[in-house]
């Protein structure tokens, strides 16, 4: 089984300040999803990442992919309270052409404080 | 589009009784997922469908669990006998496309007393 790490575990801020979370791992991705969780929902796909390098916004969050395809980070700009959740990183560590080993992390849970 | 629908939302049952978990996918979905979430942490896959085949039940405790996906569209995940240990929240997810982006339900948060 593939170890995906995320960090950190528990993050909590004030309305209007950035943060950053992070995913980690030994091994590299061929692709890698960021996921948003509120309770008693199910995970919300953000974003997918498949290129070393690559960048991506959406509205206030930006995300990253590491060069070498085994890192990833998330950024949040002026964080508000409706970005409060659970932030999954998915990993799929499959070689492409139809494998598929998608390993979940354990998440950063966020809140922020108005 | 509608999304992935489960039910129940709840269930509370005491420890030996059989439990069932129904999801129906998100139409044209081939491929279906049940997952194991406890509190605070990230999804654990317990079995991949592709169409009516399951291609990954590495995960799934076969000795008490089971499932099954008929004509490859609504899938039933079954507990018997639950354990105290059972209680999380299964979610159910489907994808379709190259990267196997997830759409989940709500999930069915049970509780084994």
């Known amino acids: 089984t593939q170890l995906l790490e995320q960090s950190p575990q528990f993050l909590s801020i004030q309305e209007g300040e950035n943060l950053t979370v992070y995913c980690n791992s030994s091994?590299?991705?061929?692709?890698l999803q960021w996921y948003r969780q509120e309770p008693g929902e199910g995970p919300v796909l953000l974003v997918t990442?498949?290129?070393?390098?690559e960048v991506k916004k959406l509205k206030r969050l930006t995300f990253q992919f590491g060069d070498a395809r085994k890192d990833s980070s998330l950024h949040i700009t002026a964080a508000q309270p409706g970005d409060t959740g659970l932030y999954l990183c998915?990993?799929?560590f499959g070689s492409g052409a139809g494998s598929y080993q998608l390993t979940f992390g354990k998440g950063t849970k966020l809140s922020v404080i108005p | 589009e509608a999304g992935v629908v489960q039910s129940p939302r709840y269930k509370i049952i005491e420890k030996k009784q059989p439990v069932a978990f129904w999801c129906n996918p998100i139409?044209?979905?081939?491929?279906l997922y049940w997952y194991l979430q406890n509190l605070g942490q990230g999804p654990e896959l317990l079995i991949r469908?592709?169409?009516?085949?399951?291609?990954?039940d590495s995960q799934l405790p076969k000795d008490r669990f089971s499932a099954e996906r008929l004509k490859g569209v609504d899938s039933t995940l079954k507990i018997q006998p639950a354990e105290l240990g059972d209680s999380a929240v299964y979610l159910c997810?489907?994808?379709?496309?190259?990267?196997?982006?997830?759409?989940f339900g709500p999930g069915t948060r049970l509780t084994v007393t």
């Open positions: 997810a489907s994808s379709f496309g190259r990267f196997n982006e997830q759409y």
């Open positions: 091994s590299v991705f061929s692709s």
């Open positions: 990442v498949v290129t070393g390098g």
């Open positions: 998915a990993g799929d």
């Open positions: 139409s044209g979905h081939n491929t």
């Open positions: 469908y592709e169409n009516e085949e399951a291609v990954d």
